[in-house]
């Protein structure tokens, strides 16, 4: 059985869109490639039990349309597994229709939080075959793929147009009015070993294709692994605004000698110079110290620099000089407002008033054990309830981080509420959604409704980078040049905020 692992080129003046392994979607205008690690897992698993793959990715070969669908024709798969998201979900809708059309022997199958949070919709809307729902599909994939040849028994999580072996788990079916029936495996259950997966096969998913145009590496070439799925903040079901709470209600980590070991097989056989940890908050505590303790034992804190997602009051002033020593590099903190009420009702739980403070530890880090830490902060307006104040607020607080040197980096985006999610359920309730128009979900407009303008929105957004241009930071930067490398580093900076601001115009 031969099985494609897509992601079908989307052709759109806004830009290159965003989508692979990504918890918020956006158009960029200057091209981003994040490395899909799920996908990628999927790929390695199908391969090591047999089966034909085959990585077709379009967006990041950069093919056109019809280039990806000549190449789909040309290796006739018997099934074809899509990555999607609520602002492209439309778009894959009718490239499903065509495949339907063109090839009726390919088999589709969608993954990813919009159809885990809505499955029935893209049956009624496609001629999709199959959703896997909830965030390990690598796992359901391959069982799929081994109830079609050798009929196992389908695990939860699974729908299908076609009626499902009498050997499935917990058979339901659905009713969607006309014609269409759907059968179901139930409600998916996150019960996967994660050290039983496979190291990705990165010649296999073309790992160089993602190693370069990445604008969190500072060097080259990099790539990505995931210790654990995907966030341990939990509490009452993690972020209210997380697309990713959809796909993990529950956070799993591979052991720290697995994790290790994949990192050795990164530097020893494909040479990378930075490795980004995509877990939604890194593990810490003893999880995270033995962690360190193996990097600097294998000597990795000297071959590398190393990433991840962090949240404030996570680590102790201890952790921040051990992972320092360790050879971390960039740290992605989620700050997403200067407005505590409104970290509160994001269910963050971090207090603003503290974050100032733990910058500076991470500061005092690098200096006592000559570190590299470099602290990126994520920032989001048009909250329903935020006056242009609390957003003017953010702002400044931003700019007070760079005039200080407390942070490199940071990321500003217009708050989405995507299906599944609390923020979603919250504005719906109150009849806040300006629009049930997915594409419009994509970041370049508003979809809440608040009491700041679109316009106003936007500008707000350009303004927390152009609070990037602190003389204070500028001259920081520029003084603390020690080689050419060092420039290279501070020009790539300066295009990557250009870029961002130009996004939101």
Known sequence: MKIVIGYPPLESKKGTPLLSQNRQFQWFSSPTYIY??????AASLLKKAGYDVVWLDGIAENWTFEQWINRLKKEKPDLLLIETKTPVIK????????IACRMSHVACVLVGDHVTAMPEESFKNSEVDYILTGGDYDFLLLNLVNHITKSEKLQPGIFSRKKLASGSSLPKALH??????????????????LNHLPFIDRDLTKWKLYAYKNGNFQKTPGTYIMAGRDCWWRKKNGCSFCSWTT?????????????????GELINKYNVKEIMDDSGTFPAGNWLREFC???IARKYNKKINFDCNLRFGAL??????????????LLLFGLESASQKTIDKLNKGIKVDQVEKELKVIKKANQKYKG???????????????KLADAQKTINLA???????LIDTLQATIVIPYPGTKLFDYCKKNKLLKSLDWDKYDMKQPVIKTKISDKKLLALTRGIYASAIAPAFIIRKIGAIRSFEDVLVLWKMGVKFVSKFWDFY
């Open 293 to 295: 303790r193996g990097m």
């Open 176 to 193: 969607l009015g006309g014609q269409v029936k759907l059968a179901t495996t139930g409600k998916f259950k996150l019960n996967h070993n």
């Open 399 to 405: 700019k007070s981080f760079f005039q200080k040197g």
């Open 247 to 263: 796909l993990y209600p529950k956070f799993r980590v591979r052991s720290v000698k697995n994790a290790l070991n994949e990192i």
């Open 372 to 386: 590299r830490l470099s602290p990126h902060l994520t920032c989001m307006v048009g909250y329903p309830w935020e």
């Open 91 to 98: 778009e894959h809708w009718t490239i499903i229709n065509l």
């Open 36 to 41: 899909p690690i799920v996908p990628a897992c």
């Open 316 to 329: 102790k002033e201890k952790d921040y000089g051990l992972i320092a020593k360790a050879g971390f590099r």
